[in-house]
C-alpha cells in the first residue's frame, strides 16, 4: 500500500513525520512517499523529497515573487501523484497549494482517495469554502473540535482526532521553576517574521530593562540560520547594555517557555505551545503591509491568536501590524510580570483551553482513520 504526502511547512513537517510513525507501527509494509521537510524524510527515506526551505513562505507578497517556482513543483507534485498512483494522498495543512492540487487530482480521477490533515483554516477566511471541498476531498482530519462540526454541516465527512501538539509537548516536558527575571522571546519560525518582528521584540526587551535592569532575555531561535540574521541586533543591545542580556538559542523553544516568567511570541503555532506550558505571554505580528491589506479583506475573526480563538475572548493581548509598538507591549508585559492575579487568570485560562485540544494519541487516531478511509472502497469515515 502506497501513501503520497504533501507538506510544506516546518510544522506540517512535524506532525506529518508524526503521523508516518504512527501508520507504520499499525501497518510496517506501507511505502510513504511524497514531499515535506527533514522529519518526513527521515521516516520516509531518501526517495521523500525535502522541500520546505523553499516552499515554506508567508503572504502573498512572497507567494507572487515565487510564482514560478511553484508553478514547477506544482506540475511536478501532480505528476508524481499521477505516475505513483497511490492508494491515497495525504495532504497537510499548506492550503494555498493543498486545495488546488486536491481540485486537479479530482479531476484526474474521481476513485482517487483524498485526506486532508490539519484541516484548511476556511472558518476564518470563507466559510462557503467548506462545501466545494466536499466535492475534492473524501475525508478531513480536525485538529481543533469545532472545524469538525463546521465541515460536516457542509457536507464534508470530517473527523476531530486531536491536536498533535500535544504528544510532541509532552515530552519536552522538564522539572524546572520559573526565573522572575527571565523574558522569553519567540519571533517566528519563518525568516521574513524574525526580520519584522525580532527587532520590536528587542526594542520592548529595552524599555523593560528601565524599570527592572537585572531582567535577562532568551530568543527562541528555530534555525542557525534565523539565529545568525537575529545576532547584529543583540550584539548591537548589548553594546549598549555593556553586558549579555539577550542570548540566542537554538532549538529549545519548549525548554525557555518552561523557565520564563513571561514572554513575546509570534502569532502562530507557538502561542498554543506557550499555552500549554502555561507561559504567561503577549502576542505580536507584523508582515508586509500588502500581505496584511490581503488577510485583512479576506480574514473573518474577531482574534488572530489562537488561544482567543478558541477561548472566544482576549485571554492574550494582541499587538498587529501597526499596534505591534514597544511602548504598549511593554505595558502589557510588565502588568504580566508584576500583577500575580492577572498571571493566575490566564494561566487558569490555559488550561482551559488546552483542555479542548484531546490528549495524547492523535496521531495513531488519525493514522487509524486514514487506513480504515482507504479500506473502504465507497464508504466515508464519518466520526472518531
Not at 485560562?349 to 480504515?372: H, M, P, V, Y
Request: proline share 4%.
Amino acid at each position: 500500500m502506497t501513501i503520497y504526502f504533501v507538506a510544506g511547512e516546518v510544522s506540517a513537517d512535524n506532525h506529518g513525520a508524526a503521523l508516518m510513525r504512527s501508520l507504520r507501527e499499525l501497518d510496517p509494509g506501507l511505502k510513504l512517499i511524497g514531499r515535506g521537510g527533514p522529519q518526513m524524510q527521515h521516516v520516509a527515506g531518501k526517495q521523500f523529497k525535502n522541500w520546505i526551505d523553499d516552499a515554506a513562505v508567508l503572504g502573498l507578497w512572497e507567494v507572487v515573487r515565487k510564482y514560478g517556482y511553484f508553478r514547477e513543483q506544482f506540475r511536478e507534485t501532480l505528476k508524481e501523484i499521477l505516475d505513483s498512483k497511490p492508494d491515497a494522498v495525504v495532504l497537510i495543512d499548506y492550503p494555498g497549494f493543498n486545495l488546488r492540487l486536491a481540485r486537479a487530482l479530482r479531476r484526474k480521477s474521481q476513485r482517487q482517495k483524498i485526506i486532508y490533515y490539519i484541516s484548511p483554516q476556511v472558518w476564518a477566511w470563507n466559510r462557503g469554502r467548506a462545501k466545494g471541498m466536499a466535492r475534492l476531498i473524501d475525508l478531513v482530519l480536525c485538529i481543533f473540535p469545532f472545524e469538525a462540526d463546521l465541515y460536516n454541516q457542509s457536507g464534508l465527512h470530517a473527523a476531530f482526532v486531536g491536536h498533535p501538539m500535544i504528544e510532541r509537548l509532552q515530552a519536552r516536558r522538564i522539572k524546572a521553576e520559573r526565573d522572575s527575571n527571565l523574558i522569553g522571546l519567540f519571533p517566528g519560525s519563518r525568516m521574513r517574521e524574525v526580520r519584522k518582528i525580532f527587532p520590536v521584540m528587542v526594542e520592548t526587551a529595552h524599555l523593560l530593562l528601565q524599570t527592572k535592569p537585572s531582567l535577562h532575555f532568551e530568543v527562541a531561535a528555530a534555525s542557525d540560520e534565523l539565529a545568525h540574521v537575529m545576532s547584529p541586533a543583540t550584539a548591537a543591545f548589548e553594546q549598549l547594555q555593556r553586558r549579555q542580556v539577550i542570548q540566542i538559542i537554538v532549538g529549545e523553544t519548549a525548554e525557555i517557555m518552561q523557565r520564563a516568567w513571561a514572554g513575546m511570541v509570534a502569532s502562530g503555532s507557538a502561542t498554543l505551545e506557550a499555552a500549554y506550558f502555561r507561559m504567561p505571554f503577549v502576542l505580536i505580528y507584523k508582515v508586509a503591509w500588502p500581505t496584511y491589506l490581503a488577510a485583512r479583506a479576506v480574514v473573518n475573526v474577531n482574534y488572530l491568536g489562537m488561544p482567543n480563538l478558541l477561548a472566544e475572548k482576549e485571554v492574550v493581548a494582541e499587538f498587529i501590524q501597526r499596534e505591534a509598538k514597544s511602548d504598549a507591549i511593554s505595558r502589557a508585559m510588565r502588568r504580566l510580570m508584576e500583577d500575580t492575579s492577572a498571571r493566575k487568570q490566564m494561566i487558569s485560562e490555559f488550561d482551559a483551553i488546552t483542555g479542548k485540544l484531546g490528549g495524547s494519541g492523535a496521531s495513531e487516531t488519525a493514522a487509524r482513520a486514514i487506513l480504515k478511509q482507504i479500506g473502504e472502497k465507497g464508504g466515508r469515515l464519518v466520526t472518531r
